[in-house]
């Protein structure tokens, strides 16, 4: 076991290294300043800004900025969703795939411009490469670059320091900045994860699929495609979803331990890079590293408790005389470590891309993907999701704990009020909310009975984690629930679950564009504030015990909400040695 | 607690009144809807658990409502002693007609003899009296009203004991002073201050989403195979919301403006009190706030060609008139060289002390005298075509240093000397400050020396800055750039020059003893008088936030213990297998014996925090670090351990006494 740790400490370690540089370079990139790339990005970006009209001197509102990315968004899935429904068009069609039902298609429109990549279909026998390439690394590029626009949008009104601006408050153009976003940040770490991944094995062809003749001599067919493109993306947006259906887990997808780091440090590095570009860009380092340190907490909680959960197996694997972890669902090539940090960093970084099966982890090794999903996204999050939900949080433990030091609460020096409180608080909640009543009533009607493959409590947590997965754009699945039902590869003769479909693809949106849209006006309040001096008597959030603050604040509002229905899923069967 | 207290708590359960806090609301609706179920009978669960349970929700709004009341009644009683002295008296108006004092109007000229209780608040036109203030200050000793000057303001409802005054009445009918001190104090004037509307929202939205936690546990168990009851389900409800600090709330602020009734202070506004928990910056009068403010004149420092006894003659003639202490102090010791007192002439016209001109003095059979400020002689003198000497700076200068205070004396274009007025800083000054610096305000000593003394005395108090040579509008000035930086000023004044900074400060504190403009220009007042009370009223402030946070805090983190009480209870028979009852940590007895001994917690709780609501949660002048972490560990971790035990007890007493 203790080489597993030492694995554990040796991959947060190069990712701590890494924060800086891109943080770094994140920030200067969304102050406009210059980097090593903009002299080769700079004339692509002007034509861009040419042929979208905007002016980048021109500060939209918050309101501009949200009409703006809710109609990108919108036109990004009407295009997402005529491509899935017209395949038989596709060129790039080796295996001459027909079109998924609508309802299916509806939710894997929404899955991929929510940046959830929730996958109720499988990818190599539902998909043309078109679909792939065309349709889903697009959105996984595009879907990305507007979470980060958000995150970007709420520091600048956090860290702006003139007060009372008229028209222009200088939060930002979203057009611009969703640019430079794709242009010096995306585009040109997933060239290098990409190319890295090929280097391991990783498939990139459009040569469709070889057939074969198994050992024993039975024919067979192996799904190849254009792969590592949009695995590279796929980590690196936070996005998750893979080219194959076992996702990660998939030789082809993630051949061995060292695309395994790849991906995972991928999926890690933007997430955790985010608060440092925060901290440069308010002006304050250690604002960041607070942010971080408070995330980095409850991630290595996470990794600890689902590594010591699956190496010390299950009470009913004990009743069997089985001794060892817990190998059920997991690929020998990376063992239980590997298997383990993977989960805990899909879980809390809301990328939701796995290596290996959720479904079989041991009870209480299962609880801490949950618990992850009900943080909404804070720890780390998805590529600036996390860090716009972790800074709701911030100001409700600011306004709290702010109180508490006899002041009215400010962060940053700007008051934390009514409005803010309103806004923040319906953020906080909604996402929780529409996971509730979503899972309630997918549980008690007969229409969402369908979906629910297993009995008792695993079929319980696997309803619970679709609705936590899609509302908190995780997108990561507790396998069993379904949505899709396809008899033979391509479509034919297949039907959608209408209700999981669409309950899914409506969790997905809420859970996305509501936050995002609540998220916009905070910035559009902050950014108007004036600005408090710091003082003695301010509350300072770069401590240590602001840091536990914030931690307290997070699982206790996460965790109380959720706290009951953990019990009746992972909880109880951590407890007990009888098999459901 | 009387009768009239548990009266009103019953009043409260209103649902129209109710509904102003939305968290007891909820709690109000779950026991009406448990106390159906207990009358309709039926539902799985015991009917005497179903009574238990109802009895114990409406026992957790009362409890509420009852906290309330408590502070309320607080207040009451000093309503009460106040309105007896509205009591109706006849005003005398100066034309000789009778008028009752409830239809005086702004503008009436009224005429109060000794004996007589003056009619309504108003400004001091003639006359000088002393007057009993007692009833609305509590202090027995009679004060000083006069016209002019900064003590011309009067208030209904005292008693004029000596002479008589004239005064023209500044109140329209029925806003006294009086009749607003009454509706603070009685709180009917209480709004929603800013942060306790936050406050509330938080609230409701905790509410909210624990109602949808609820609500949706039913489906959820059931798929679970089993069966929760709505009492449960509401019992579940209301340990999750947070009561307590719902509960609390607006006791905690009413208790806020008590406590500073009890220190004689009036808020006019519950945003003033949360406002001063807020102040970054203090500013300070020198003379009686950190000074004794009677500074006596010690030395006379002639200039060359002029004898010691010329310039204490001039010096006593210029402050004959003037009843400052300071003046009077001029006479005393220019007695020392064997001058008396003398007939005044016809001829001898006082010239008072302006704040613009910043000299007082006399004109007397051609000549004229002046003392005042060094440089305001400086330039009286140049004014008046004479040449002043250059020791004089010097003089000025030394003196300063010395942290006294110099006055000049001139005599038409001639600068005589300079007046050596010692000032002496109250003991414990410096601490004090020391104290404000460590919350994080910043003091500055305003004072209209000059900027060497001022240095000196500031030194010597520990204030952070000061303001010298100050006037009203460098004070204003002053205030206003310090609000530009974002920064919250407090202030305190009593004179009509003051006004204007009173009105810009972020909190204002009027002297009673003041003028009525400076009363009407401040949000508080101040029945005592004394400046250094700002820092109590700044301490106030915070403890009323640090309450709120605290009880929020402790309110949140209980949660956790109440689910350990009731989870395991109410799942007991999930998927069959009986494995949850392992989280019964607390060992509670029974299923009902667990849900009850939550929801007694949660309702005792309630009183037992209302000495803590009332008197506040102790302000210590820490880093707000230090305060955090300090809160943190009370209230935060306190509230997640302290359930634990006290529902233990609680179900020992009714699982193993009551045998639930």
């Known amino acids: 076991m203790l080489q597993g740790w030492i694995q554990i400490a040796v991959f947060c370690a190069i990712t701590v290294a890494c924060v800086p540089l891109l943080g770094g370079y994140m920030a200067k990139v969304f102050s406009g300043q210059r980097v090593f790339l903009t002299p080769v990005l700079r004339r692509p970006e002007r034509l861009i800004h040419r042929l979208l009209r905007v002016d980048p001197e021109r500060s939209q509102s918050w309101k501009g900025y949200a009409g703006s990315l809710v109609v990108f968004s919108a036109l990004s899935w009407l295009a997402l969703y005529v491509i899935l429904r017209t395949q038989t068009l596709h060129p790039f069609n080796p295996g001459g795939f027909h079109s998924g039902t609508w309802d299916l298609s509806f939710n894997t429109a929404s899955s991929f411009v929510t940046n959830t990549n929730w996958q109720f279909y499988g990818g190599e026998t539902t998909l043309t490469d078109f679909s792939q390439m065309a349709g889903l690394a697009v959105q996984n590029f595009l879907s990305a670059a507007v979470g980060i626009t958000v995150v970007i949008v709420l520091i600048r009104g956090i860290a702006s320091r003139r007060s009372g601006a008229g028209a222009d408050d200088g939060l930002g153009v979203f057009f611009v900045d969703l640019t430079r976003t794709l242009l010096y940040v995306l585009l040109p770490l997933s060239i290098v994860v990409g190319l890295a991944l090929v280097s391991q094995g990783v498939l990139q062809t459009l040569g469709g699929s070889v057939d074969f003749h198994t050992l024993n001599g039975t024919a067979s067919s192996l799904f190849r495609g254009p792969v590592a493109s949009q695995e590279a993306i796929k980590v690196l947006g936070t996005n998750g979803g893979g080219f194959f259906n076992v996702n990660s887990a998939m030789p082809l997808e993630n051949p061995n331990q060292l695309s395994n780091w790849i991906e995972m440090f991928s999926m890690l590095i933007i997430p955790a890079s985010l608060p440092y570009t925060y901290g440069r860009m308010v002006g304050s380092r250690r604002q960041g590293w607070a942010i971080f340190s408070a995330m980095a907490i409850l991630l290595v909680v996470s990794v600890a408790v689902v590594y010591v959960a699956e190496s010390h197996g299950t009470p009913a694997q004990h009743l069997a005389g089985l001794t060892g972890g817990n190998m059920e669902g997991k690929e020998q090539r990376y063992g239980i470590a590997n298997s383990s940090l993977f989960t805990a960093l899909t879980t809390v970084m809301s990328c939701g891309a796995v290596n290996s099966a959720l479904e079989s982890l041991t009870g209480i090794g299962g609880l801490v993907p949950m618990a992850n999903l009900s943080y909404s996204e804070t720890v780390f999050g998805g590529v600036g999701a996390g860090l716009y939900t972790m800074l709701l949080y911030v100001l409700l433990a600011v306004f709290i704990g702010g109180l508490m030091v006899g002041r009215t609460p400010e962060y940053l020096g700007k008051k934390i009020e009514a409005r803010e409180i309103k806004l923040v608080s319906l953020a906080v909640i909604f996402t929780p909310l529409i996971v509730l009543v979503f899972t309630a009533l997918a549980l008690s009607t007969k229409y969402g009975a369908p979906s629910i493959f297993n009995p008792g409590p695993q079929g319980f947590s696997e309803t619970l984690y679709a609705y936590l997965s899609q509302a908190n754009n995780n997108g990561s699945a507790w396998a069993g629930y379904t949505g899709y039902v396809q008899p033979t590869a391509g479509n034919l003769g297949a039907s959608g679950i209408s209700f999981a479909d669409l309950m899914g693809g409506f969790a997905m949106l809420l859970g996305r564009f509501v936050p995002i849209v609540l998220v916009l006006a905070i910035a559009g309040t902050l950014v108007r504030k004036r600005v408090t001096p710091v003082g003695l008597g301010t509350l300072r959030t770069d401590t240590p015990t602001f840091v536990g603050m914030n931690v307290f604040v997070v699982v206790l509002i996460g965790a109380l909400t959720f706290f009951p229905a953990l019990l009746l899923g992972p909880v109880v069967q951590g407890l007990t040695d009888h098999l459901f | ?660």
């Open chain 2, 1 to 660: 607690m009387n009768i009239d207290v548990l009266r009103q708590s019953l009043v409260k359960l209103d649902p129209r009144v109710a509904l102003h806090n939305p968290v007891m609301f909820v709690v109000e609706v779950g026991a009406a809807l448990s106390t159906g179920a207990f009358v309709l009978g039926g539902g799985s669960d015991p009917r005497w658990f179903t009574g238990v349970i109802a009895i114990w929700l409406w026992l957790t709004v009362v409890f509420a409502n009852l906290s309330e009341a408590i502070a309320e009644g607080r207040g009451r009683a000093r309503a009460a002693s106040l309105r007896a002295m509205r009591a109706d008296t006849t005003a005398t108006l100066r034309d000789g007609s009778q008028r009752p004092a409830s239809q005086l109007t702004r503008g009436d000229v009224v005429v109060v003899d000794a004996g007589e209780v003056i009619p309504g608040d108003g400004t001091v036109i003639e006359g000088i009296a002393s007057v009993d203030e007692s009833a609305i200050t509590g202090e027995s000793a009679p004060v000083i009203r006069e016209s002019g000057g900064d003590r011309s303001a009067v208030t209904g409802g005292t008693r004029v004991l000596s002479d008589h005054l004239v005064i023209e009445i500044t109140q329209e009918p029925g806003q006294s002073f009086l009749d607003r001190m009454i509706a603070l104090v009685e709180g009917a004037a209480r709004r929603k201050t800013p942060n306790e509307i936050a406050l509330n929202i938080l609230l409701a939205s905790l509410t909210l989403i624990f109602l949808v936690v609820v609500v949706t546990l039913k489906p959820v168990a059931s798929f679970a195979g089993t069966d929760i009851s709505m009492t449960t389900l509401i019992a579940l409800l209301v340990a999750l919301i947070p009561t307590t600090i719902g509960a609390l709330l607006s006791a905690i602020g009413i208790a806020g403006m008590d406590r500073l009734v009890r220190r004689n202070v009036l808020a006019l506004s519950g945003r003033a009190v949360e406002a001063s928990g807020d102040v970054d910056v203090l500013l300070l009068d020198k003379t009686g706030t950190i000074t004794l403010g009677n500074r006596q004149a010690s030395e006379l420092i002639p200039m060359p060609g002029v004898s010691e006894l010329e310039l204490a003659e001039a010096a006593q003639l210029s402050s004959l008139a003037d009843e400052t202490p300071e003046g009077r102090s001029i006479v005393v010791l220019a007695k020392g060289y064997g001058l008396r007192e003398r007939q005044l002439t016809d001829e001898f016209a006082f010239v008072p002390f302006t704040a613009q001109t910043r000299m007082s003095g006399a004109d007397m059979d051609g000549t004229r005298l002046r003392k005042g400020a060094a440089d305001a002689i400086v330039a009286w003198v140049g004014d008046e075509g004479g040449r002043v000497p250059p020791e004089l700076q010097g003089e000025v200068d030394r003196v300063g240093r010395e942290g006294g205070t110099p006055l000049a004396v001139a005599r038409d274009s001639q600068v005589l000397g300079v007046i050596y007025l010692k000032d002496t800083v109250k003991e414990g000054m410096a601490a004090r400050f020391e104290q404000l610096r460590a919350m994080g305000i910043r003091t500055v000593m305003v004072t209209g020396d000059n900027r060497l003394t001022a240095a000196k005395i500031a030194a010597e108090a520990g204030v952070d800055d000061f303001l010298a040579e100050a006037t009203p509008e460098r004070k204003l000035e002053l205030i206003k750039a310090e609000q530009a930086e974002g920064r919250l000023v407090a202030m305190t004044g009593d004179g009509t020059n003051d006004a204007p900074a009173l009105a810009q400060a972020d909190v204002g504190v009027a002297m009673n003893t003041g003028t009525q403009a400076a009363r009407e220009a401040g949000n508080m007042v101040d029945l005592d008088s004394n400046p250094t009370k700002l820092i109590e009223i700044v301490e106030v402030g915070k403890q009323l936030l640090i309450t709120r946070g605290a009880l929020t805090t402790f309110s949140i983190a209980n949660d956790v213990a109440k689910y350990f009480a009731i989870l395991p209870a109410i799942f007991v028979g999930a998927w069959g297998v009986g494995s949850l009852s392992k989280l019964n940590v607390m060992g509670l007895g029974t299923p009902q014996s667990a849900i009850i001994s939550a929801i007694v917690f949660n309702a005792v709780v309630i009183p037992m925090l209302v000495p803590l609501a009332l008197r506040g949660v102790r302000y210590r002048a820490l880093g707000a670090t230090a305060l955090l972490r300090r809160n943190l560990l009370l209230y935060g971790v306190g509230g997640l351990i302290a359930p634990f035990i006290g529902i233990k007890l609680i179900d020992l007493v009714v699982h193993n006494v009551l045998g639930a």
